[in-house]
């Protein structure tokens, strides 16, 4: 057996079926996956957080937003290798869970309280009609730095709309990125609204088999006004739609499928491996 020294950053969009759900879905995390998920892979993962999506800002259903959270790791090796593949334990994971995430028909059946093969095995599905599952993997740091290198704490909070984008079917991922250069990278780093504007490509895919990400993008603003008014009021005139868009405004992508975004604030929720002290409820 033989295992690889390969650091990388995961991405999980968690989504939420509706604000029924929250209540379960969180206690699902903090009862049972963040104590599993710490006893599996302390020994090979350096961070483990979560980060608390913000409400939806005004006609951000389009831009394919996440409702519960993002989770977060950083690895040092990936967990998806053969040589990984026997577990002690399998994960806790009804389907429910994956109801209640959107990512399978909401419909209370048996079949769905009886826990998942693998949690692998739940982390891909979806897709087709409901939002696929994201697991994306990408570099531990930014590659690309657009705006705002200069930016410090000491500059005030920021607002952070973070989003994952996968060219259309049949699109030539050149293509894809020729638009994102010409149009999207030059519009965003003159916006008087924007304060940040870093990216990276996807290294690798380990959601649902639909979730295949080419590109991931983080730009920062004051606060949903201003996001708003960058994304949703002026860039469909400064945004050239390409032949290929799937709606007629921008982000001209399918919501949940061709891009997803996460609307975030600066600190972790709760940073696992250092915070996690068990199931404590409020009294």
Known sequence: MAFEFNLMRSLIYVGLAKEEYRPKLEEWLYKYHVPESISKFTPY?????????????????????????????????????????????????????????????????????????????????????????????????????????????????????????????????????????????????????????????????YGAPSAKFDRLCEIWFEGPEEWHEAAVV???????KPEWAQQEQFPYLKPQHNIASMFLGDRATSDNLAQYRGFITMR
């Open 45 to 205: 993962c350096i961070k483990y957080a979560f980060y608390q999506a913000y409400p939806t800002p005004p006609e951000g259903e389009r831009f394919g937003a996440r409702k519960m959270q993002l989770t977060e790791h950083y690895w040092l090796v990936d967990e998806h290798l053969p040589e990984m593949a026997n577990n002690i334990y399998n994960e806790y994971m009804p389907m429910d869970v994956l109801r209640w995430q959107g990512c399978i028909p909401d419909v209370n059946t048996s079949a769905l309280h009886q826990n998942a093969e693998t949690g692998d095995a739940g982390r891909a599905v979806g897709g087709g009609d409901f939002p696929p599952f994201i697991f994306a993997f990408v570099p531990i740091n930014w590659e690309e730095d657009f705006k705002g290198a200069g930016r410090t704490p000491e500059d005030g909070p920021n607002y952070r709309w973070q989003f994952l984008i996968q060219y259309p079917e049949g699109v030539a991922k050149e293509d894809g990125e020729k638009w994102f250069y010409d149009q999207v990278v030059p519009y965003f780093t003159k916006s008087v609204f924007v304060n940040r504007f870093v990216s990276s490509k996807v290294k690798i895919n």
């Open 234 to 240: 002026l860039a469909d005139r400064m945004i050239e």
